[in-house]
C-alpha cells in the first residue's frame, strides 16, 4: 500500500499550488483522507481531510476560505488546492488514509501515510 504525495514546490507568496496524493495496493473509497503538513520545529497539523464520499470536510481554521479538499473515488486520489498561499503555509505535507469512514482531527486516526511533499512560500 502506498500514498504517493506530488505537487510541492517554491512559490511566493498568493500564488496558489495543487497538492494530488495517489493510492496504490488497495482503495480507500471507504476511508477518510486526510492532509497534514509539519514545519520545521512544529508538530505534525492536520490541515484539511474529507469523508469517504466527500459528503463532510474540514479545515483548520488556518486555512479556512484559501484550501479545497477533494476526492475522485474511481481514480483513488485526494488532492488539496492551496490559494492564497502565506508564508507560514511552508511545511511538509502529508497525506493519510483514514482508520474510518469519518475523518479525525489526530494523527493517530489515520493508519496510510504517504512521503511528504514540501511547500515553500516566500514572502
Known amino acids: 500500500v502506498q500514498l504517493q504525495a506530488s505537487g510541492g514546490g517554491l512559490v511566493q507568496a498568493g500564488d496558489s499550488l495543487r497538492l494530488s496524493c495517489a493510492a496504490s495496493?488497495?482503495?480507500?473509497?471507504?476511508?477518510?483522507m486526510g492532509w497534514f503538513r509539519q514545519a520545521p520545529g512544529k508538530e505534525r497539523e492536520l490541515v484539511a481531510a474529507i469523508s469517504w464520499n466527500g459528503g463532510r470536510t474540514y479545515y483548520a481554521d488556518s486555512v479556512k476560505g484559501r484550501f479545497t479538499i477533494s476526492r475522485d473515488n474511481a481514480k483513488n486520489t485526494v488532492t488539496l488546492q492551496m490559494n492564497s498561499l502565506k508564508p507560514e503555509d511552508t511545511a511538509d505535507y502529508y497525506c493519510?488514509?483514514?482508520?474510518?469512514?469519518?475523518?479525525?482531527?489526530?494523527?493517530?486516526?489515520?493508519?496510510?501515510w504517504g512521503k511528504g511533499t514540501q511547500v515553500t512560500v516566500s514572502s
Open positions: 493519510a488514509a483514514g482508520r474510518f469512514a469519518v475523518a479525525g482531527s489526530e494523527p493517530s486516526d489515520y493508519s496510510y
Open positions: 495496493g488497495r482503495t480507500f473509497s471507504n476511508n477518510a
